[in-house]
């Protein structure tokens, strides 16, 4: 079984633990319906990505 030859110092730990760190989500204003939604993503209020129609919405029908 493998171990370690020498202790592995709380300076190295935490370097190598560096790239662990929370990043913040990129939240941007749709420039079409003006709510918050997710870069690169289908703005689902209006079906609309980068200028196009993807999804198709549903109306509201009153009965």
Known sequence: M???KRKTSSSKKNMRRSHHSLKDINVIIDKESGEPRLSHKIDKST???KGRQIL???SKQTS
Do not use: E, F, H, I
Request: net charge positive; charged share 20%.
């Open 2 to 4: 493998a171990v370690p």
């Open 47 to 49: 079906g609309m990505y």
């Open 56 to 58: 198709k919405t549903k």
